[in-house]
């Protein structure tokens, strides 16, 4: 069983940076590949962010990518996303997410398949 808790979301301007954080709970967190979501009011849920068990590959949506950027610190069961040249339309709620190792590979095209664990989310706010 793996919990996972997102903070650092708020309100930020266009071209701003936020760094969101998600902790997570239990002894295997090495062992799962995280990602990022996030859900814009009146949308669905889309994929941001993944990266491997190791920290050795990372994988991007088009709309985030050069922007974003995911990384991991397993011995301190940490997940990053930093957020750059933040925009109106990055406006959403954030939510860490968990999966087997080879499932985040899929997150661009398929979206949220495969995710075991999912924390409660952390709203950003770009305002123009």
């Known amino acids: 069983q793996v919990q996972l808790v997102e903070s650092g979301g708020g309100l930020v301007q266009a071209g701003g940076s936020l760094r969101l954080s998600c902790a997570a709970s239990?002894?295997?967190?090495?062992?799962?590949?995280m990602g990022w979501f996030r859900q814009a009011p009146g949308e669905k849920r889309e994929f941001a962010a993944a990266?491997?068990?190791?920290?050795?590959?990372?994988y991007y949506a088009d709309s985030v990518k050069g922007r974003f950027t995911i990384s991991r610190d397993n011995n301190k069961n940490m997940v990053y996303l930093q957020m750059n040249s933040l925009k109106p339309e990055d406006t959403a709620v954030y939510y860490c997410?968990?999966?087997?190792?080879?499932?985040?590979?899929?997150?661009?095209?398929?979206?949220?398949?495969?995710?075991?664990?999912w924390g409660k989310g952390t709203l950003v706010t770009v305002s123009s």
């Open positions: 239990g002894r295997t967190f090495s062992s799962y590949a």
């Open positions: 997410a968990a999966a087997q190792p080879g499932v985040e590979r899929t997150w661009a095209i398929h979206g949220a398949y495969g995710v075991i664990y």
């Open positions: 990266i491997s068990w190791s920290g050795g590959n990372t």
